[in-house]
């Protein structure tokens, strides 16, 4: 699967409870939930080796869930060869998933 076009956002708090409310309501995101997904991976990577302040480490897990579950959700909803062919830029996870991750880090 290809990556999609990178979502331009900073490694911030702000900008993770942000792109978690997009996700939870996608009519109104400039991103994907593929975007959001690959974004929410790059921001972990970019903490993974690093002791970060108390701010970025409560997100990691979450970030790291919305990640996973991505996979998950394409895993168990397409066929392998789909998965190999299929562009997945219009799909979309349950959006009360991103409400159960922003509730987390209420």
């Known amino acids: 699967m290809e990556l999609s076009t990178p979502a331009e956002m900073p490694f911030t708090r702000e900008a993770a409870l942000k792109m978690l409310r997009w996700g ?54 397409y066929s392998p060869e789909e998965l190999r062919t299929k562009n997945f830029e219009e799909e979309q996870m349950p959006t009360e998933w991103f409400r159960d991750w922003l509730q987390k880090l209420a």
């Open 24 to 77: 939870a309501e996608p009519a109104t995101s400039p991103y994907s939930h593929k975007q959001i997904a690959e974004w929410c991976d790059r921001f972990w990577c970019e903490y993974l080796e690093v002791d970060a302040e108390q701010e970025i480490e409560s997100l990691l897990p979450i970030l790291t869930d919305v990640e996973t579950q991505w996979d998950l959700y394409l895993a168990n909803t």
